[in-house]
C-alpha cells in the first residue's frame, strides 16, 4: 500500500460546485497531515494543515478521520482560481527521531466557467 | 523576504554530463530538503538536512546523486554523470521546524532539468 494515495483525477466541475478531495494513509503513527496546492508549473504551497477536529479556511473545510486513516478537503463555491493539483501530505517520523513530510501525487482540479 | 531561491531554474544538458543544482533557503530555517517531481513518481524526497547535516539520505537514487550544504545559506545537489531518466523537475525547500515536528515547508520554484 502505497504512504499516501490520492484520485489522480481531473475533477472537472462547473464554477459555484462544491467538490471533495479524498485521500488514504498507511502510517497510523502519523501526527500532522496538509493540504498543500500546487499551480501549473509552478512549486507547492501549504493550503492548510488539517486538526483531528476538523477545521474550516473560508470556502475550504478538511477533515482527518484517524480511525480509518482519511483526509478529505472539501472546497464549497469554486472559483476559476481554484484550478490546481492539491497534494495530500502526511509527517513521517524518520529513525533519527526527526519528521518528514511524503506527499501523495496529487488531485487535479479543473473549474469551468 | 526573498523566498527560497534556486538556480539554475532550467537546464538542458546531454547524458554524461555533470549537473549542480544550486539553493539557497529561507533565512533563518535550519531544515532545508531537496525533492525530485516527476509525472509517473510524484513528489520525492530526495535527501533532507537539519542544521547543515544530512539526517536522510535514504531517496538519494544512486551514488550518482550526492548533496552538500557547506553552511546554513547554501546547498547544492550534484548529479553525475546525469542520465535520461534523471529529467524531473527539482525542488528545494526550507522548514524551520524542530526535531519530531513537521512545519510549513516553503518550496523554491524549482529546477526544470531535462538530459538528452
Known amino acids: 500500500r502505497k504512504e499516501v494515495e490520492q484520485d489522480p483525477g481531473p475533477f472537472n466541475v462547473p464554477e459555484g460546485a462544491t467538490v471533495a478531495f479524498n485521500c488514504t494513509y498507511s502510517n497510523s503513527a502519523s501526527q500532522s497531515f496538509f493540504w498543500y496546492r500546487q499551480d501549473c508549473r509552478k512549486e507547492p504551497k501549504l493550503l492548510m494543515s488539517v486538526y483531528s477536529s476538523g477545521n474550516e479556511d473560508g470556502r475550504f473545510t478538511a477533515q482527518l478521520n484517524r480511525a480509518s486513516q482519511y483526509i478529505s478537503l472539501l472546497i464549497r463555491d469554486s472559483k476559476l482560481s481554484d484550478s490546481a493539483t492539491y497534494l495530500c501530505?502526511?509527517?513521517?517520523?524518520?529513525?533519527?527521531?526527526?519528521?518528514?513530510?511524503?506527499f501523495g501525487k496529487g488531485t487535479m482540479l479543473l473549474v469551468s466557467p | 523576504d526573498a523566498g527560497v531561491i534556486q538556480s539554475p531554474r532550467h537546464e538542458v544538458t546531454e547524458m554524461g554530463q555533470e549537473v549542480t543544482l544550486r539553493c539557497k533557503p529561507i533565512s533563518g530555517h535550519n531544515s532545508l530538503f531537496w525533492y525530485r517531481q516527476t509525472m509517473m513518481r510524484g513528489l520525492e524526497l530526495l535527501i533532507y538536512?537539519?542544521?547543515?547535516?544530512?539526517?536522510?539520505d535514504s531517496g538519494m537514487p544512486e551514488d550518482r546523486f550526492s548533496a552538500k550544504m557547506p553552511n546554513a545559506s547554501f546547498s547544492t545537489l550534484k548529479i553525475q554523470p546525469s542520465e535520461p531518466r534523471d529529467s524531473a523537475v527539482y525542488f528545494c525547500a526550507s522548514e524551520s521546524g524542530l526535531q519530531g515536528s513537521s512545519y510549513e515547508q516553503y518550496f523554491g520554484p524549482g529546477t526544470r532539468l531535462t538530459v538528452t
Open positions: 501530505v502526511v509527517n513521517r517520523a524518520t529513525d533519527s527521531g526527526y519528521s518528514t513530510l511524503t
Open positions: 538536512f537539519n542544521n547543515n547535516v544530512p539526517i536522510d
